[in-house]
């Protein structure tokens, strides 16, 4: 007796619904109120003058999470525009992370939105180079491997 071959698989057209579901739990974390780094707090170690910038970045990141790591990378790129515009330190900074978790830990990426904001200013002492409240983040624990990350025009 003849038979049919198998039907192929059915393709779910990718949706806002169908993506938003392979997500399930999402993690936030926040540095608070904007803050400077102790060695620019005192009077005179900055320049009057501030620039507000922005950054915003979203990573997408295999088997876990490592929101230090996220967080440098979007000031570093964040200290950069303020050099190019002739600054050479952050202040006022904060931070806002937030993570989806996928559904299926061991076949899908985590998808993390980094919103690094601060003022850009002049001084004659170096730029801390780390971000603020670190002690604030929550991360994904494991060895996390980045798999790709975009620049977010706001």
């Known amino acids: 007796m003849l038979s049919s071959p198998p039907s192929s698989p059915t393709r779910v057209p990718l949706t806002i619904s169908t993506v938003t579901n392979a997500f399930t739990e999402s993690i936030d974390s926040s ?57 050479n ?24 939105q980094v919103r690094y904001s601060a003022s850009a200013s002049r001084s004659s002492l170096p730029d801390p180079q780390k971000p603020v409240a670190l002690d604030r983040v929550q991360n994904v624990s494991g060895l996390m491997t980045i798999v790709d990350r975009e620049e977010l025009s706001l």
């Open 31 to 87: 540095s608070g109120e904007p803050q400077t780094h102790p060695s620019l707090q005192r009077e005179g170690a900055t320049s009057k003058r501030k620039v507000p910038l922005v950054q915003s970045d979203l990573f997408f990141c295999r088997d876990a999470v490592d929101v230090p790591k996220l967080l440098r990378g979007s000031r570093v790129s964040l200290l950069e525009r303020a050099e190019n515009i002739g600054a």
């Open 89 to 112: 330190v952050l202040v006022d900074e904060s931070w806002d992370c937030s993570i989806r978790v996928p559904r299926d830990r061991r076949h899908g990426s985590f998808k993390v």
